[in-house]
C-alpha cells in the first residue's frame, strides 16, 4: 500500500484551506472507508484511492460551480493518477466513485468502491463532527443559525442557502437512509441519533 501513503502526500500539498474539505475531513473519511473496506471485503486501494482524491477539487457552497466539484475532482484525480501507474481499469473504478459520490449528484454508485466513498463521506456529514462542520460552514458564509419564526422547518420547506439549521432537514437528516453498506448503514444510524438528541435540546433551548 505505499502508493497510498505516497498519493496522501500529494493530496496533502493539494488541499485548500476549506474548514469543512480540508486535509482532516480527507483523513475522518479515510478512516471510515477503511472500517467499513475490512467489513465489506472491498479493494482497499481503489476504495482509499478514491478516498483522497474525492475533493480535489472543492467549491465553496455559494459558488455556482459547487455541484460540479465531485465531476471535477473526478477530472483531476485521472491526471494525479496516471503519475502513480495505476491501470487504465483502476483509473475508470477510481474516478467514477469520485463522481458520484456527492449528495447533489443523487446517484447510487455503480460499483462497491463507490458505494464505500459515498458511506464513508456522508458519515464525516453527521453525529458530532457533522454538527461542527455545518455550523463552520455556515459561519464562512455569514448565514445565520435559524429562521427565528421557524427554525425547526414545521411549516415551510427547508433552504440551507439562507439558515445554516435547514441544513440538516435538506440533507444530513436523510442521509441514514441513503447508505449503500450494512456497516455504513450502523455507523449513520448511531450519528443520526446524535443530530436527533442535538436538536431536540436545542428546541428546549431557544423555544
Same mark, same amino acid.
Given at each position: 500500500m505505499n502508493v497510498i501513503h505516497l498519493l496522501k502526500q500529494e493530496v496533502h500539498d493539494l488541499m485548500i484551506n476549506d474548514t469543512a474539505h480540508d486535509f482532516d475531513h480527507i483523513m475522518r473519511? =479515510? %478512516? &471510515?472507508a477503511q472500517n467499513i473496506c475490512r467489513k465489506e471485503n472491498a479493494n482497499e486501494k481503489l476504495v482509499l484511492s478514491a478516498v483522497l482524491l474525492h475533493d480535489v477539487i472543492s467549491y465553496p457552497k455559494s459558488d455556482k460551480r459547487s455541484k460540479l466539484s465531485s465531476i471535477k475532482s473526478a477530472e483531476e484525480s485521472k491526471k494525479i493518477l496516471k503519475k502513480f501507474n495505476f491501470t487504465k481499469e483502476e $483509473?475508470? $473504478?477510481i474516478s467514477d466513485a469520485i463522481r458520484d459520490h456527492s449528495f447533489s449528484r443523487n446517484v447510487i454508485p455503480a460499483t462497491l468502491e463507490g458505494k464505500i466513498l459515498q458511506d464513508a463521506d456522508r458519515l464525516d456529514a453527521i453525529g458530532a463532527i457533522g454538527i461542527a462542520r455545518v455550523f463552520a460552514v455556515g459561519g464562512s458564509e %455569514?448565514?445565520?443559525f435559524y429562521n427565528v419564526k421557524d427554525p425547526f422547518c414545521k411549516s415551510?420547506?427547508? &433552504?440551507d442557502k439562507i439558515w445554516t439549521l435547514d #441544513? =440538516?432537514? #435538506?440533507k444530513l437528516l436523510k442521509l441514514e437512509s441513503l447508505m &449503500?453498506? %450494512?456497516s455504513g448503514k450502523i455507523e449513520a444510524k448511531k450519528r443520526t441519533r446524535v443530530l436527533k438528541d442535538f436538536l431536540n435540546e436545542l %428546541?428546549?433551548?431557544i423555544q
Open positions: 473519511v =479515510f %478512516k &471510515n $483509473i475508470q $473504478i %455569514k448565514r445565520p415551510r420547506p427547508p &433552504n #441544513h =440538516f432537514y #435538506h &449503500n453498506t %450494512k %428546541k428546549k433551548e
